[in-house]
């Protein structure tokens, strides 16, 4: 199914002054018919009667809106650019997706409240629904989802993801509801590409597909799999007339199950890469020290010195609390 535009008919305001027009004459005509001809005022009353029809072929379009149209079944066209058009009174709008409301910002009605129509019964439960697609750049706040990453660990992740309508025959036709299914593509896609990566770098993952093991991870490489997650979604979405702009990470934790196990695990790895530091710099202090005190002559000391000496420097600069002074008055040995 192809989109055939239709941007020849914005003679609507000729098609109303008409219509307007021939109104005033029939109900001329059917007071100068009452006086003079029998038949003047049956032509009269007759346009009366279905004189409005006209009016139901007038069609308002602000930018970035679209109508997509169909006579008996058939489909005829859709209305692109904003003015004021005149179709077929027999013609009717088609959008499936009119009543679905996925809590994303960028719909046709602006976010305002739907007017009310009050039915028979006068309870006002009827609504109109507004047929019109809109063309504009529209937000999908994918919910949160939990998802086992490459090594098995539960991560909540949710996105958002940038979309617009290009081509509105296929939206209208080719699927059954175009939000629907751009949502559940959303999270096929993001399950499909969170699970090739871990949570933070792992060693012998591969995560590229190229048989190596690379740096790749969900929290160090967002961008990249904030991009492979919308090349996904507009992979399925194609044949649906919808063009995937952007998406991004927009939330990323471990599930509360393990959170505070990979807490735990994440301080453990920083207590043991300070650890690393403090012991390399004091190992450092330690060999200065020794090499300033033989290089000025200050003290001469052996093995048995110098081991005592390295130990309680490195006791000192490695502990975890201030060192307690100890004086010694008596002599060195």
């Known amino acids: 199914m192809e989109e055939k535009v239709l941007n020849s008919r914005k003679n609507g305001m000729l098609a109303l002054v008409l219509t307007a ?33 006209p009016f139901a072929g007038l069609r308002v379009l602000k930018p970035q809106e679209a109508l997509v149209l169909t006579l008996f079944g058939k489909y005829v066209g859709t209305l692109r650019d904003a003015g004021f058009y005149f ?39 009827a609504q109109t629904v507004n047929k019109k697609i809109s063309l504009k750049i529209m937000t999908l706040n994918n919910c949160r989802q939990k998802i086992n990453d490459c090594l098995g660990n539960p991560v909540e992740i949710g996105v958002a993801v940038m979309w617009q309508v290009k081509d509105t025959a296929k939206a209208v036709f080719n699927v059954d509801n175009f939000k629907e299914y751009l ?43 904030a991009e492979r997650i919308r090349k996904e979604i507009q992979r399925k979405v194609e044949n ?14 471990y599930a509360p199950e393990i959170a505070a196990v990979m807490l735990q695990r994440q301080q453990a790895s920083a207590i043991i890469d300070a650890r690393k530091m403090i012991v390399d710099g004091a190992v450092g202090m330690v060999e200065m020290a020794l090499g300033r005190l033989s290089e000025n002559k200050v003290v001469t000391l052996d093995d048995e010195r110098k081991a005592a000496m390295v130990s309680n420097l490195l006791v000192v600069l490695c502990g975890n609390r201030d060192a307690q002074p100890v004086v010694n008055s008596g002599s060195l040995y």
């Open 87 to 125: 179709v077929n009174p027999f013609c009717t709008a088609v959008n499936p997706a009119a009543k679905t409301h996925l809590g994303q910002s960028g719909d046709v009605d602006g976010g305002q409240p739907k007017p009310i129509v009050l039915s028979a019964s006068g309870t006002g439960n």
């Open 21 to 53: 027009v021939l109104y005033l004459a029939a109900l001329a005509a059917v007071i100068a018919g009452a006086e003079r001809s029998a038949w003047l005022m049956i032509v009269g009353i007759v346009w009366l009667c279905v004189g409005w029809l």
């Open 183 to 225: 949502s559940l593509q959303c999270d096929s896609a993001v399950r499909n590409i969170v699970r090739i990566y871990p949570y933070d770098v792992a060693p012998n993952v591969d995560t590229t597909g190229d048989g190596q093991a690379d740096d790749g991870s969900l929290r160090g490489s967002s961008e990249v799999v």
């Open 240 to 253: 649906s007339g919808l063009e995937i702009l952007e998406a991004r990470i927009t939330y990323l934790a």
